[in-house]
């Protein structure tokens, strides 16, 4: 049963993300006790695209597909992380960003700016359907699941990218989604038109995350920050569905780094030692009803 309440349950599926960054086999591969990657359901790893893995109980009446977030520059998938992040993420395909006042690593996705904080709307609109996107591969994965598995429930996951993932493809087709550390996706979500209800308590989406990592509450961004000389434009802050924030900024004492994005730190720090949830660092799960992302923009 999907209990987004129970530690056992919410550790579980944290540490299928924290192995979508690796292999089975390798020293860092967590064993899961009774969780198995389906024979032959594992994507991506041939090529350089989305990547992840579909794993299973043993009489297969839960299957949870988990998708891998953005990789660090260097890994085989890491430029093409990139443009999806800054598709989904950005306010305008990255176009704020100048490459010779900000990073020799940032290029612009699209040409939709028409002037400072100004893009086309239309423009975005056909970028945001580019059929070869991360969004339009996971829903093709998502419905080779469920043709092949008929009678299970399904979960979706993700760390961060995959996280965002995880919760559009929730949305779309009405599962549950475990996500950790994600960067806001409701403004992708809108662009996507998909069936967002107006109380988004109500959709089965749970977002983990804590106050000390600038990717998840949306503040890794503008001149300076450490995604922008990278050459991401991570502009977006609001999420669907429930919030889940471990506020660990004033209740531990972290510093905003992004350390405190790593999923392995997530999982050691705040997820295993439940006690967390409850005292010293209070946990709310709520609706982010007042959120706005890209404020300073217009949409022409």
């Not at 999420?239 to 004033?250: A, I, M, Q």
Request: one cysteine or more; hydrophobic letters at 35%.
């Amino acid at each position: 049963m999907f209990n987004p309440h129970d530690r056992d349950t919410v550790v579980t599926v944290a540490r299928m993300t924290a192995n979508s960054y690796t292999t089975p086999g390798r020293p860092n591969w967590i064993d899961l006790g009774g969780w198995k990657v389906v024979c032959n359901a594992t994507f991506g790893w041939q090529d350089h695209g989305l990547r992840g893995y579909i794993f299973a109980t043993e009489s297969k009446d839960i299957v949870v597909i988990v998708f891998k977030g953005t990789s660090i520059i260097g890994n085989p998938t890491a430029h093409i992380d990139k443009y999806n992040d800054n598709l989904m993420f950005s306010c305008c395909c990255g176009s704020q960003l100048k490459v010779s006042s900000i990073s020799p690593l940032m290029k612009p996705i699209c040409g939709c700016a028409r002037g400072p904080n100004k893009c086309n709307r239309f423009c975005l609109g056909q970028v945001t359907r580019y059929p070869n996107s991360y969004y339009h591969h996971a829903l093709k994965i998502y419905e080779a699941a469920s043709e092949r598995y008929p009678n299970a429930e399904i979960w979706l996951t993700g760390h961060s990218l995959g996280g965002a993932l995880s919760s559009l493809i929730g949305i779309q087709k009405g599962r549950p989604a475990f996500t950790f550390e994600a960067p806001g996706e409701l403004m992708y979500a809108r662009r996507l038109n998909l069936p967002i209800p107006e109380d988004m308590s109500t959709l089965p989406i749970y977002h983990f995350g804590n106050t000390a990592d600038p990717v998840y509450v949306g503040s890794c961004n503008g001149p300076g920050s450490l995604c922008s000389i990278a050459g991401y434009a991570m502009d977006s802050k609001c999420h669907t569905g429930n919030v889940c924030t471990f506020d660990t900024v004033e209740e531990m004492g972290w510093k905003s780094s992004l350390h405190n994005h790593q999923i392995r730190r997530v999982i050691n720090e705040l997820l295993v030692p439940w006690k967390y949830f409850e005292s010293p660092v209070r946990m709310k799960c709520e609706v982010e009803n007042e959120c706005v992302d890209c404020g300073l923009w217009e949409y022409v």
